[in-house]
């Protein structure tokens, strides 16, 4: 045998060999997805989810949103307000057995006594309530609070993923953004994953809007303010019917319906609000 023959007969099998290798590695990690997947479509079949949450699946996507934030059976996952646990529904079970999901709530004791401290404990007993009624899906759940002044959601570099669904609305017109997209910064690991899914409006808004809406460009500068770096954006939450013109901003729309009884249809007819939904990394190092 001639070098050159010697020479390429050594190269193919270098090549076979690290095909072999290439296949074999990728073979757990597809596995382990479609596994993972499997695990969301059984949690999102659960008997234990609201009829009504369920009805709800068509407008919100949980598994495509999910998906596309990168969500994992052994994360630790914290989501911010979660109110009465739309999403604690999915997310609890799911991560009950290898993860760990963590709801973050406004302390009640950190707001001023009167409607407002009233309200975050109605809040913060409604999802005590949940979790301690389904304790088989629920067991591992915590809940979290904290100070919207300055807001700290746990140990430094601890959480794979946070998740925040139309909250960012909120926290603006309270003068609270900052923080909490900082607070979020603090609390994922390097590398960690911020996901964001909020009304979009059609341009930029004034931080005392009253409509619901907020320009996606405005959210995408308060996370990078933050530190954070946009991973990539999703359409799996538009909604194009959305005109973002309507006389009570989103809560006119589905699930609120705040309209006049003869406007249902036009209303219904145009469904949940158009979202952006985006998805952020916390560099590493």
């Known amino acids: 045998m001639n070098r050159l023959s010697l020479f390429l007969g050594v190269a193919v099998a ?13 073979a757990p990690a597809a596995k382990s997805e479609a596994t993972a997947a499997s695990a969301l479509d059984t949690v999102l079949a659960g008997s234990w989810r609201d009829p009504a949450n369920v009805a709800r699946d068509g407008y919100r996507h949980p598994k495509e949103t999910l998906s596309f934030f990168g969500l994992s059976p052994a994360q630790t996952v914290i989501e911010i307000t979660p109110g009465g646990g739309w999403y604690s529904e999915i997310l609890a ?3 009950r ?23 975050q404990q109605k809040n913060k007993t409604t999802l005590e309530t949940k979790f301690g009624a389904a304790l088989a899906q629920y067991a591992k759940a915590k809940i979290v609070g904290y100070d919207p002044k300055a807001p700290v959601f746990g140990p430094a570099d601890s959480a794979d993923l946070v998740l925040t669904f139309r909250n ?3 926290w603006r017109s309270a003068g609270q953004a900052e923080g909490m997209f900082k607070g979020f910064f603090a ?6 994953i911020l996901g964001v899914v909020e009304h979009r409006a059609k341009a930029d808004v004034p931080a005392d809007d009253k409509s619901g809406y907020v ?15 946009l991973q990539e954006k999703s359409e799996v939450n538009a909604n194009p019917r959305d005109t973002k013109d309507h006389p009570n901003g989103v809560w006119t729309l589905p699930p609120v319906n705040d309209h006049e009884p ?6 219904k007819a145009i469904g949940e609000s158009d979202r952006m939904t985006l998805r952020f990394v916390k560099p590493a190092g």
């Open 168 to 170: 960012v609305h909120n």
């Open 14 to 26: 270098l090549s076979a060999v690290t095909g072999a290798h290439a296949q074999g590695a990728a």
């Open 97 to 119: 057995d290898n993860g760990q999901y963590i709801a973050a709530v406004v302390d009640p004791a950190s707001v001023a006594e009167g409607k407002s401290r009233d309200y």
């Open 262 to 267: 003869a406007d249902d249809a036009k209303y």
């Open 93 to 95: 079970p799911y991560l």
């Open 215 to 229: 320009g996606q460009a405005q959210v995408i500068a308060m996370a990078e303010a933050a530190g954070f770096k």
């Open 187 to 192: 609390v994922l690991k390097p590398g960690g």
